[in-house]
């Protein structure tokens, strides 16, 4: 590996502004050949295997699933998620299986796991493989998947949402027990809606993200979907918890108390009527019901959005700019630092992302760019704002509850504007923003499709959210 001479490091005395001696540069010269010893080391002995234009194809009835195993993966035969049958989403990396984000573009197998991946196999976990997924996590419908699009098991003619489409389809066509999808600003909790399942995001933080390809790292956030509560919240225990490989993981642990849906007992909700207000009659009346006849205490609460919407859009778009620029490397917070996640970005940085993705990026990259960086630093003092908001919300109350999406699942073809994606993630975004864990739980049934309920409660308050969905939760409602 080269290092740094002389005038590597002139060039950047120069663009750094600093008026330096030519003895000094060859003083940093030589410490920069020092230092590098480092990078010699860095991940020796992980192999990655990269393939361009990889030989993967959808599988499944729904084409939820991309790579298998040829038999599920066990490594051991008990613990809390014994025989329970997982996939995850693929952008989770897993020794073994291909993972392409779902582009078509490139591929690389790695002979580690994700830390999300080495704790469901340690709690007994059978993992059956990889789910598909809107390419590079950018949904939300479901419908952009290279590898064909995923189809909601409910009602062809329904969107799945997305981006972890096959990790909801999946659990609603009863080809897994559990699944892990990744969500960054609804992506667990809209194709749970829009499948009638279980989803929770948890606190950022909570779960570690090590081994996970990012779309916008102080967004994104990597949580379970299941048919029920139960399986959900052990799905949550098994993955939650401080991890040294990334360092934004906060030393918190859940309580695994087998009384954990007790804290819904005398819980006070609040319903922020700006999130019913932007919903259609029919969804917003079907959460308002299930609510008032669950025993809990309800009462109104303010909330207002202001201009988080448009903040979410430009975070989430120049935070995944960034992260491609600097192939994977946030310094200081990022928890990508692995071989596997870096060699897929070189691979693909070149690579077109197609027309889905440029669509979502452009706006929000030119406008950061000509204000060199103005813009997202606005929408950071907006995401501030928003969350100071969230926590006076809760002052008065346990939990929020609103309807998760605005509409039903809707058709499929219908996402072509902004306005379009607020149906599905206009009320799930803004708590990706504020960084609070929220668990969405179907309540109802309306023309034959799942209407679903979004909890949210304060940081690492995630058990709360799944105790209160656990009350709200209609089984009649799931598939």
Request: hydrophobic share 40%; glycine share 8%.
């Amino acid at each position: 590996m080269t290092h740094p001479d002389r005038e590597r490091v002139r060039s950047e005395a120069d663009r750094l502004g600093f008026d330096v001696t030519e003895d000094l540069v060859e003083q940093c010269a030589d410490d920069a050949a020092a230092l590098g010893e480092i990078a010699t080391s860095l991940d020796s002995g992980t192999s990655v295997e990269v393939t361009e234009s990889p030989d993967v194809t959808a599988r499944g009835d729904h084409d939820e699933l991309l790579a298998t195993y040829e038999s599920p993966r066990e490594e051991r035969d008990s613990g809390p998620l014994a025989e329970v049958r997982v996939v995850i989403k693929d952008n989770i990396s897993a020794s073994g299986l291909p993972m392409t984000c779902g582009s078509d573009q490139a591929a690389v197998v790695s002979e580690t796991d994700a830390t999300v991946t080495e704790r469901l196999l340690d709690a007994g976990a059978r993992l059956v493989g990889k789910a598909n997924m809107d390419a590079f996590a950018f949904g939300p419908s479901g419908e952009f998947s290279d590898y064909g699009t995923v189809m909601n098991p409910l009602n062809a003619d329904r969107v799945p949402g997305g981006s972890s489409a096959g990790s909801g389809a999946a659990i609603a066509a009863d080809t897994a027990d559990l699944a892990l999808g990744t969500d960054t600003g609804g992506s667990v909790r809209i194709p749970a809606a829009c499948c009638g399942v279980v989803g929770t995001k948890p606190t950022h933080g909570l779960v570690p993200r090590h081994g996970f390809v990012s779309f916008a790292p102080s967004l994104d956030t990597i949580g379970p979907l299941a048919r029920d509560t139960e399986t959900t919240f052990r799905g949550l225990n098994a993955i939650a918890g401080e991890d040294l490989r990334d360092p934004t993981t906060r030393a918190r642990n859940l309580d695994t108390t087998a009384h954990w849906r007790s804290l819904a007992d005398g819980a006070t909700v609040g319903l922020p009527a700006t999130f019913f207000d932007r919903s259609d009659d029919a969804v917003a009346a079907a959460v308002r019901s299930a609510v008032e006849s669950s025993g809990l205490r309800v009462t109104p609460v303010e909330l207002p959005l202001g201009r988080i919407e448009q903040a979410y859009f430009l975070i989430g778009a120049t935070e995944f700019v960034w992260f491609f620029d600097q192939t994977g490397v946030i310094r200081g917070q990022g928890p990508e630092y692995t071989t596997v996640v870096q060699a897929f970005i070189e691979a693909v940085k070149s690579a077109d992302l197609g027309e889905h993705v440029a669509g979502r990026l452009l706006g929000s990259a030119a406008l950061d760019a000509e204000t060199g960086g103005k813009a997202y630093r606005a929408a950071r003092q907006e995401a501030t704002d928003f969350t100071e908001r969230v926590n006076h919300a809760f002052s008065d109350v346990d939990a929020l509850v609103m309807p998760t999406i605005r509409t039903l699942a809707p058709e499929r073809d219908k996402m072509d504007t902004t306005e379009d994606m607020l149906t599905l993630l206009g009320n799930t975004a803004p708590f990706n923003i504020a960084g609070t864990p929220a668990t969405t739980v179907p309540v109802a049934e309306v023309d034959g499709l799942p209407v679903s309920a979004q909890v949210v409660a304060p940081w690492f308050r995630d058990l709360t959210t799944l105790a209160i969905g656990d009350r709200l939760h209609d089984e009649s409602a799931s598939p």
